[in-house]
């Protein structure tokens, strides 16, 4: 496996190749991750991934400085995993100016769920995305379904700048109990840890109730906030959304519910299509 740092070295070292598979990552790697590399794996072409703390998309009052950065882990993990090239750019590397271009998604998607309780953030998302999109130049770029909108963005700004990648969607990895793998699991304590599977059960039960014929999504989405708070969390949205566009939903749409909450001092996301 090879480990490059500078764009130049990056170019140089896939001159040639073609088929590249790309997954972009924020380090501190984990089983979903690699499940992303093992896809890439299989398209058949080198595979690339980045590690890269992209402080665009941190708010001023989150954790930039405090993201678990675990270096000499995430290697030995992806080498294992048969990852090609790590993509390690420094903050100089990839912003050696000021990045005052910046790629703005529609407020529709970007400013609802994450976007509402995190201004800005999918403003830092796209920009850093399309900056390596550009570095790497893939065909195919794999991202997890745990970062749902997220996903639907990228989709979105891959297919309006007819840019030549594939997206690939991997399903959301989950430790044994049900919680879906974060790298900010890492911060909940023990006790918080055996609780932190109550959000994907309340998102279990509410897309339950959706199959079973449920029609008042409002007092849905109600209890299942009510649920958690009483038992301490801090909700910031569970809900119901069609999977297209994350709207309200609509007669005969596919739907995906969606939560994200706070325990503790960790806030925590999850989601099911149903």
Request: proline share 5%.
């Amino acid at each position: 496996m090879q480990i490059v740092h500078s764009i130049a070295q990056l170019r140089a070292a896939l001159a040639g190749q073609a088929n590249t598979a790309f997954v972009p990552t924020m380090g501190n790697l984990h089983e979903g991750h690699l499940s992303l590399i093992k896809l890439a794996r299989a398209r058949g072409g080198p595979v690339v991934a980045s590690i890269f703390v992209n402080r665009l998309q941190f708010a001023p009052h989150e954790d930039f400085d405090t993201y678990p950065r675990t270096w000499d882990s995430d290697c030995a993990k992806l080498e294992a995993a048969g990852c090609d090239i790590v993509f390690a750019p420094s903050e100089q590397d990839l912003y050696p100016e000021p990045q005052t271009f910046k790629v703005q998604p529609p407020a529709e998607l970007a400013d609802i769920l994450e976007g509402h309780f995190r201004p800005g953030f999918f403003i830092g998302v796209c920009t850093v995305v399309m900056k390596l999109f550009a570095c790497v130049q893939p065909h195919v770029a794999v991202f997890g379904k745990k970062d749902y909108q997220q996903l639907m963005i990228v989709r979105r700004m891959v297919q309006q700048f007819a840019l030549p990648i594939e997206i690939v969607a991997s399903d959301t990895c989950r430790a044994d109990d049900g919680l879906a793998l974060s790298s900010r699991n890492g911060y909940l304590s023990a006790a918080e840890r055996l609780e932190a599977v109550q959000l994907s059960k309340a998102l279990q039960a509410m897309a339950s109730a959706v199959r079973a014929g449920a029609t008042d999504l409002d007092a849905l989405e109600a209890q299942a906030m009510q649920t958690l708070s009483a038992r301490g969390w801090k909700p910031d949205y569970l809900t119901v959304r069609r999977q297209s566009d994350l709207q309200a939903p609509t007669p005969g749409a596919a739907l995906v519910v969606l939560g994200a909450a706070k325990l503790g001092s960790t806030r925590l996301i999850d989601n099911l299509e149903v």
